[in-house]
């Protein structure tokens, strides 16, 4: 190994390096020398020093340390350090009676291991090799650390690109609807005030205002004369208005890592406390909560705004309506936290 091979930029200024040797003369002998290849050295008789002056000094790219020691010996210190300070590179020095130790050392996270006594030239060369293979392995790190966070930013934007795709689709079908324009997100913003009255907060609420936005994205599938049928609908047509929150959950099914409580609540939002809703007749407790919470705001702007089989009621007519369905359809304390946050401020773009 030529001696002139540049180690990597950890050598280059002053790079910290410990020297660990319980004796004065060798621990001096390989201070200078490492001093000429421009390291800022410290120095420690033992393990134990070894390890208050790291946590004083903090990680070092390198440390080269004797194996036999008092206190603690070079592989006990060897094994603290691995831990503590996994970056650094640490170079074993040991008589030739140790080689097989040395050897172990290798399996144990050692950088390389040097017999005594040590030459100029050779420690030298040791020296740059590890710190290469040192350099070398932070980089691969880093690159690694990129591409993850690389991976990670496409993830997000592809399911921003996709989820601003869906709203989209929620708005543009409604947009072609007078009855139900608007509805999606009125049930989203009661929902989510329902939820923050209930406690809900951070991400769950998040899910629960998006799974409000999205909750009819199913209807999509179902169609129109159905979907505006001012009479009573026949056994198949009602059958197809049920098909409309699997629909939904499939179409939605990229969000099922992400956001699976959105998934819920497009599946479930049907669903009646008493197992008489659609699609899986779930009762009670079984229904996720964010489906009931849901329900509710479904249940209240579906009649407080006008259909084509019916004229829209007043909201405190609702509100009793709520109360009256409580414990039968609708979750009871989903509905009382709404009735008391009831009237919920709407912004002017959801008016139009
Ligand atoms: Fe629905």
Redesign the pocket.
């Known amino acids: 190994m030529p001696t002139s091979h540049p180690a990597q930029p950890v050598v280059a200024g002053s790079a910290k390096c410990l020297v660990v040797d319980d004796e004065p003369g060798v621990r001096g002998f390989l201070i200078r020398m490492l001093q000429t290849q421009g390291f800022q050295c410290f120095e420690a008789s033992s393990g134990q020093e070894a390890l208050r002056v790291l946590e004083r000094i903090g990680e070092p790219p390198l440390i080269v340390t004797d194996m036999r020691m008092p206190e603690m010996d070079g592989i006990s210190f060897l094994e603290v350090v691995r831990v503590r300070y996994p970056d650094t590179s640490v170079i074993m020095l040991s008589g030739v009676s140790e080689t097989t130790t040395a050897v172990d050392c290798l399996h144990r996270g050692a950088a390389d291991f040097l017999l005594k006594p040590v030459s100029m030239s050779e420690l030298q060369a040791r020296v740059s090799r590890a710190l290469e293979k040192r350099a070398l392995v932070l980089q691969n790190r880093g690159y690694q650390e990129t591409l993850e966070r690389q991976v990670h930013e496409q993830a997000v934007r592809i399911q921003e690109l996709f989820l601003q795709g869906v709203q989209m689709l929620a708005r543009a079908l409604e947009a072609k609807d007078a009855y139900t324009r608007g509805h999606s997100i009125r049930v989203s913003q009661y929902a989510v005030a329902t939820a923050s009255r209930l406690g809900f907060s951070g991400v769950s609420l998040d899910g629960i205002r998006l799974g409000g936005e999205l909750?009819?994205i199913?209807?999509i599938g179902t169609r129109e004369a159905v979907l505006h049928k001012p009479g009573t609908l026949t056994e198949e047509e009602f059958r197809q208005?049920t098909e409309?929150?699997l629909l939904?959950e499939r179409m939605l099914s990229p969000l099922a890592q992400e956001s699976p409580d959105v998934l819920r609540i497009v599946r479930s939002?049907?669903e009646r406390l008493d197992g008489r809703g659609f699609p899986d007749g779930l009762r009670g407790e079984k229904i996720p909560i964010e489906a009931r919470i849901v329900a509710v705001a479904?249940a209240f702007d579906a009649m407080t705004t006008r259909r084509p089989y019916r004229e829209s009621r007043p909201p405190t007519d609702a509100l009793t309506e709520l109360r009256r369905v409580a414990g039968s359809q609708l979750d009871p304390d989903a509905v009382e936290a709404f009735v008391e946050v009831y009237p919920i401020p709407q912004p002017a773009e959801v008016c139009v």
């Open positions: 909750h009819d199913g209807k208005i409309h929150p939904g939002h049907h479904d």
